[in-house]
């Protein structure tokens, strides 16, 4: 059996250290722990910040600050979240900041936080329209970061709420104003073509 594991291990190389062992040793100075979470983290937070400045090169600034704020300051993760929900809090905060000096400001739709509850499940119809990356980029960063985080890094309410810094109710209803704003776009543009078909 240890020979198999052995063989095995030769394979596939080291295991990866936990985001906490990697932010631990990044804290102590180690340029591989932050290099490994620089390979897994990066991608994930390119996409994450294109969505919020909606500007490719903002987005890689964003990832890369992200990744060094977090070389300098991770002595100060005590670990009340997941790593990741903290690395994720950094670059939302970075990406509204950049947003702001890239003056991307026209076309968004202005949150509503007094919107009722709204139960119909749009969850699935939505994710699969084409033109979902385009309506998307009419929503505010609050909300195209709340559909983000849940629907294409899979965080739960929760954790969001901690990544932005604000309430879960927040959270909740920041969700129910995106479904509802991007169902209404979408269902205007599935109109719009078919008006266009029939033109």
Not at 6 to 33: C, F, H, Q, Y
Not at 67 to 84: C, H, I, N, Q, Y
Not at 117 to 141: C, F, G, Q
Not at 172 to 197: G, I, Y
Request: with cysteine; net charge neutral.
């Amino acid at each position: 059996m240890r020979i198999f594991d052995t063989l095995r291990a030769a394979r596939t190389g080291p295991k990866p250290r936990s985001d906490e062992a990697l932010l631990a040793d990044i804290a102590k100075g180690d340029v591989s722990a932050l290099e490994e979470l620089h390979r897994k983290y990066f991608p994930k937070l390119m996409h994450f910040a294109r969505r919020i400045t909606d500007n490719a090169e903002s987005a890689e600034e964003v990832a890369n600050d992200a990744l060094m704020t977090v070389w300098r300051t991770a002595d100060r993760f005590e670990g009340r979240s997941k790593p990741s929900s903290w690395i994720f809090g950094i670059a939302y905060r970075m990406a509204l900041r950049q947003r702001e000096k890239i003056g991307k400001r026209k076309g968004d739709v202005e949150l509503d936080e007094g919107l009722v509850a709204d139960d119909s499940n749009t969850e699935t119809a939505v994710m699969h329209k084409k033109d979902l990356a385009a309506a998307l980029l009419k929503l505010t960063p609050e909300l195209r970061a709340v559909v983000e985080l849940t629907y294409y890094n899979g965080y739960l309410y929760t954790e969001i709420a901690d990544i932005l810094e604000c309430p879960v109710g927040t959270v909740k209803t920041r969700m129910m104003t995106a479904r509802k704003r991007l169902r209404e776009m979408l269902s205007d543009e599935a109109l719009e073509s078919s008006e266009n078909a029939v033109a």
